[in-house]
Structure formats: C-alpha cells, structure tokens
C-alpha cells in the first residue's frame, strides 16, 4: 500500500503577519489606491444655540461704519451695542435676552470642547504658505498669526474639520486670506483663541472664532463664520460677517396661549407655549416664559411642540407675558406676541363701616 504524507505549512508568527499586513497597507497608500483618511470623521464643535449667531458677546458690541451682518447677534452679561444704525443685519438682533443667555452658555461648552481636541499637530505661528489637512493644531509658542496666505486641504473627505488652538492670541495682518480647497468648509473651521483675536485691515478669516476674551476686527476686514467672545466685547468697523452653516435652520414661531386671562391673587395661572417650524417638522429643545423681563421659568417642549408652565406667583395687576423659544441647532430661535394677564387683589369687605367722625377739642358730644 502506498502511504501519503500530508505536509502542514507551520503557522506564521504573528509578528510577521503584521508586518506583512503593514507593508501592503503601505504599499497601497503609496499607490493613492486609498483616500487620505488621517483625521476622517472627526465631528465638527458642538455650538448648540451659538450656532445661529454670526456675532455673539460678553460685553458689548461696538460698531463704526456699514457693516454688513449676516446671522443673529447678541451680548450677555453686558447688553450694551453701539453704532448698530449703520449695520445692515440679515437676523435677529437678541441683544442681551434669553436666547443671547442660552447662547453664551452653550458657547462656553463649545469652547471647552474645541480646547480637548487632539491629538494636535504642532505647525508654524506665522501660517502663510502652509497647506494644512484635516486635523487639529497648535503652535510652539501658543499664538497664531497669518501673515499672507493660508490654504486648507479638505481632501475631498466628507465634512473635513479643521480646529486650530491658541494659549493666546490670533493676529492676521493686513489683506491675509485664509483659502478652502477640495471640500473644506467654513462651518467645519474653528479658531480656539486663549486671549483676544485681532483681525487686520481689508484681511479675509474663515471659521468660527470663539476668544475667551475679545475680537477686534479692523477696517474693512471679512469674516466667513462667527465672531464670539466669551467674556470680552467684539469690536467692528465696516465689516462683512457671514454666518456660516452647513445646514441652515429652519424658521420658527412661537405662539402663547392662556387657558384665562384674569385670575385672583394666589390663584394658579397656566401660560401655553406653541412652537411649530417652517419646514412642518416639530421643533424640540426649551422655552423661557417672561412676565416682561423677569423670568417666570423654563418648559421643555413636548413631542407636539408644545409646553406649559403654571405658576402662582404672579402679583395683583397687570402683566405682560411672553414666551421665547430658545432654539437648537437646525431650528431658529423666537420670541412670541405679548399675552396680557390680569391678577386681582383680596376682595373688599361686603360691609366696610364708615370711619369714625373726628373728635374736635372743645366740642361737646351728644349721645343718646
């Protein structure tokens, strides 16, 4: 009988089997047979209701010249805006009100994440003539500046996201630009700015610049995203802002409603928010109720759009209410028509007597 060897081939060590599979991997990349993928995927920064400002404050805003806006804007804590007659604005200007108040605090959380990002590349402080990929950077001396031109490679990646962070400051200098290639965005830009950022004369920045204290932009200088300044003011002078956005959001109004509008003092008084969006969908996120410019406390809206607050504390008089929707990414903030309310005072006596007749000194009294 013949016999028959089987021969086993011994199994690779897994060393070389990961080599193997590094080489060829490499070899492939070489070959541009796969997508640059380093940094894919990313998400952009989380703004929340920040997202709908094209110029948002700590402090105050100061204009001078025709600015153009587009994009609502806002200032909180320090309501305070100037020169606002020569600004052309496409928006809502908040000022310091409930939405600029959801907004900054949504900006600090923003704020916050762009700073963990990494990990982060280290690049040049000055960043003319660099082209840089998708991805995170800082610089060996923690500021940033653009003294002529700056290219972002998107990589035709989907939604590539760029996020550059500063210890201190971001300066660019007269007629600097910042230019987006192959898919870059400039709602997927963000500039993380530990101090203040200066922008130069007639210079174009592209992304949202979120400074932990001010933006100043100087004459004639552009800006394709967002001014937002946690704690310090945004300064302009004939200046073009447009938002940014990669999806626009939708349009909303905001509807109030009172089961009565007269109650008794003590009485429960329950105030009804309607919040419906332009494009038939349902809107979700909060809404603050207002008895002028106090604040009555906040709702969440329900799956039909709607929320309720019932509260008691309303003092004998007359009130004016409102309601604001505060917005959430994709959905427009709004605020809606005034509702008057009436609370009347402890019913009067049924049978008040008369007040006693004063006695006159001298006068004698007659009883009887």
């Given at each position: 009988m013949r016999s028959t060897t089987t021969r086993r081939t011994p199994p690779c060590a897994p060393w070389r089997l990961l080599a193997a599979i590094g080489a060829s991997v490499a070899t492939v990349a070489a070959l541009g047979l796969f997508p640059a993928t380093a940094h894919a995927g990313t998400p952009g920064v989380g703004l929340g209701t920040a997202d709908n400002f094209a110029v948002l404050a700590g402090s105050g805003i100061t204009n001078t010249g025709p600015t153009t806006i587009t994009g609502d804007v806002g200032t909180f804590p320090t309501?305070?805006?100037?020169?606002?007659?020569?600004?052309?604005?496409?928006?809502?200007n908040h000022a310091g009100n409930a939405v600029t108040k959801q907004a900054k605090a949504d900006l600090v959380t923003a704020y916050v994440d762009a700073a963990g990002r990494g990990p982060t590349t280290e690049v040049a402080t000055d960043l003319s003539g660099q082209t840089l990929s998708p991805g995170t950077y800082?610089?060996?001396?923690?500021?940033?500046g653009n003294t002529g031109v700056l290219t972002l490679d998107g990589q035709n990646q989907t939604n590539p996201v760029f996020i550059f962070h500063?210890?201190?400051?971001?300066?660019t200098a007269s007629a600097s630009t910042v230019v987006?290639?192959?898919?870059?965005?400039?709602c997927n830009v963000y500039w993380k700015i530990g101090s203040s950022a200066t922008l130069g004369t007639a210079s174009n920045l592209?992304?949202?610049?979120?400074?932990?204290t001010s933006i100043t932009m100087n004459t004639g200088a552009t800006l394709e995203g967002r001014a937002l300044a946690r704690n310090g003011a945004v300064t302009m002078d004939t200046n073009t802002i447009t938002r940014s956005a990669c999806t626009e959001p939708a349009t909303t109004s905001t509807a109030i409603d009172s089961s009565e509008t007269t109650t008794e003092t003590g009485e429960p008084?329950?105030?009804?928010?309607?919040?419906?969006?332009?494009?038939?969908?349902t809107p979700p996120g909060t809404v603050e109720f207002f008895d002028g410019d106090t604040s009555l406390?906040?709702?969440?809206l329900g799956a039909d759009g709607t929320a309720e607050l019932t509260t008691t504390e309303l003092d004998s008089g007359t009130h004016t209410i409102t309601v604001v929707y505060l917005?959430?990414?994709?959905?427009?903030s709004s605020t809606s028509t005034e509702l008057t309310h009436t609370v009347l005072g402890p019913n009067a006596p049924a049978n008040p007597q008369a007040p006693a007749a004063p006695v006159i000194p001298g006068t004698p009294r007659f009883t009887g």
């Open positions: 309501p305070t805006e100037s020169g606002f007659g020569s600004v052309t604005l496409t928006g809502t800082d610089s060996a001396n923690g500021a940033f500063t210890a201190s400051t971001l300066i987006l290639i192959n898919g870059a965005d400039a592209r992304g949202t610049v979120m400074a932990l008084a329950t105030i009804t928010a309607t919040v419906t969006a332009d494009d038939a969908t406390g906040t709702a969440p917005g959430t990414p994709g959905f427009g």
